[in-house]
């Protein structure tokens, strides 16, 4: 019926315009009467039309973004899907960690160029406060990638009382003798000294941290108050990585409802980022010598998000290994540094309990722990530089990001790194 009606109201215009009349009547249909001038009538037609491309252009920007968000969310939970099913003999392993970081470089890096894509949402209530306080967590981030740093700094002492151990008792040639066992003896004596907390060995890492970017020039970085504030140049002797720990978890809660609206859903994965930060920063605490170590913080997050599963599962593991080590003092959750420890007491209690000539078996279960001590050397040997370039990128990601963020905001970073 309306394409009859459209095609008489033509014949009509166009019988108009021979007799030149200045309007036209709509004629009226069955459902409808009413008249339009042409005028009107033709910004209706094209009034239609803009709303119609504006809506389609604004729906495609809607479903690209949200194919965007809903792309990030699914590649965080294959990377921590992947990490924590791994299995014992890899779990919280040198490999194992470098594997964590790299997830998190991978995630930091598809975060930055979320808030590329929608920098125009950077600086609009509420994501403004939001990513303001992703962007402090950040900050204080830095000072755990510095302390790490000094934690596989310690670990590079404790390869030189190794060796001591190797040159001692590693020759296969030579009879071993009761001075071999006495050098090999303090070696190992200076190596479990080493290993104490930095509290109790009096530690000079503390002191005489450098960070990962430019040298102090004798400004004062970071004057502002707080638990341990020095942000990224230096820990001081108080600082400590469980305050740091519970400082970035503190107010860490999932967004309302109306917060993932108004902000076009990108209040999700500020709230994954800072989720993944969290546990990954939490982890590197547990795994490397660190000063103040402490792992008791409050890790929960809702089950609807898909790479809550995964995540919690790592957590969960993590804490579980932990209460296992806690109970001997571990330095650390990393795998070799457990190798290191059990080996380590157990040649001591072989040296001591030694007596000479050596018995056949004596000599055979010397040899044996010495073999495994020098594996596991040989693991940091070969994965101790790797790792430190990864925390020193870790380090140097989230400095870029938040560099950028902050410039979105129009916030000058008073950061010197």
């Not at 934690?151 to 008792?169: D, N």
């Not at 890790?299 to 790479?307: A, H």
């Not at 040997?381 to 370039?389: H, T, Y």
Request: charge should be neutral; hydrophobic fraction near 35%.
């Amino acid at each position: 019926m309306i394409s009859v009606v459209l095609v008489r109201f033509i014949e009509d215009l166009e019988g108009a315009f021979a007799e030149g009349c200045d309007s036209v009547t709509m004629p009226s249909t069955e459902n409808q009467g009413f008249s339009l001038s042409f005028s009107s009538f033709g910004r209706s037609i094209f009034g239609v039309g803009q709303e119609q491309v504006h809506s389609v252009e604004a729906s495609n920007e809607s479903d690209s973004c949200n194919l965007e968000l809903g792309s990030f969310q699914k590649r965080v939970t294959d990377r921590f899907q992947d990490l924590s099913v791994a299995s014992d003999e890899q779990f919280l392993s040198i490999d194992w960690i470098q594997k964590l970081l790299g997830a998190f470089i991978c995630c930091q890096e598809e975060f930055r160029a979320i808030l590329l894509n929608n920098k125009e949402q950077v600086t609009k209530p509420p994501f403004d406060r939001m990513i303001s306080e992703f962007f402090e967590r950040s900050v204080k981030a830095l000072d755990i990638c510095n302390a790490s740093r000094d934690g596989i700094e310690k670990i590079r002492t404790w390869q030189k009382h190794l060796e001591i151990v190797f040159c001692a008792l590693g020759s296969s040639k030579r009879a071993l003798t009761e001075g071999h066992f006495r050098r090999a003896r303090k070696a190992l004596m200076d190596l479990a000294l080493a290993m104490l907390d930095e509290k109790e060995s009096g530690s000079v890492f503390s002191q005489r941290n450098r960070s990962f970017g430019r040298h102090n020039s004798g400004k004062d970085h970071h004057s502002s108050s707080g638990h341990s504030r020095s942000h990224s140049w230096s820990v001081s002797r108080s600082w400590s990585a469980a305050k740091q720990l519970h400082s970035i978890a503190n107010n860490l809660v999932p967004p309302r409802a109306a917060e993932v609206a108004a902000t076009s859903g990108l209040a999700t994965p500020v709230y994954t980022m800072n989720c993944i930060l969290l546990i990954v920063l939490w982890t590197l605490v547990a795994a490397i010598p660190c000063q103040d170590r402490g792992l008791n913080i409050h890790f929960s997050v809702p089950r609807q998000l898909s790479w809550s599963t995964p995540v919690t599962s790592l957590h969960e593991r993590i804490t579980e290994e932990s209460k296992k080590r806690e109970r001997r003092n571990s330095n650390g959750l990393l795998k070799e540094i457990y190798q290191v420890e059990i080996s380590s007491r157990r040649l001591t209690d072989l040296i001591d309990s030694a007596q000479f000539p050596l018995a056949d078996d004596q000599k055979t279960e010397v040899e044996r722990n010495v073999m495994e001590l020098m594996r596991v050397c040989e693991a940091f040997r070969n994965g101790s530089d790797p790792l430190e370039r990864q925390v020193r990128e870790v380090f140097q990601k989230i400095m870029a990001c938040r560099t950028e963020g902050l410039d979105y905001l129009g916030t000058p970073s008073h950061t010197e790194q």
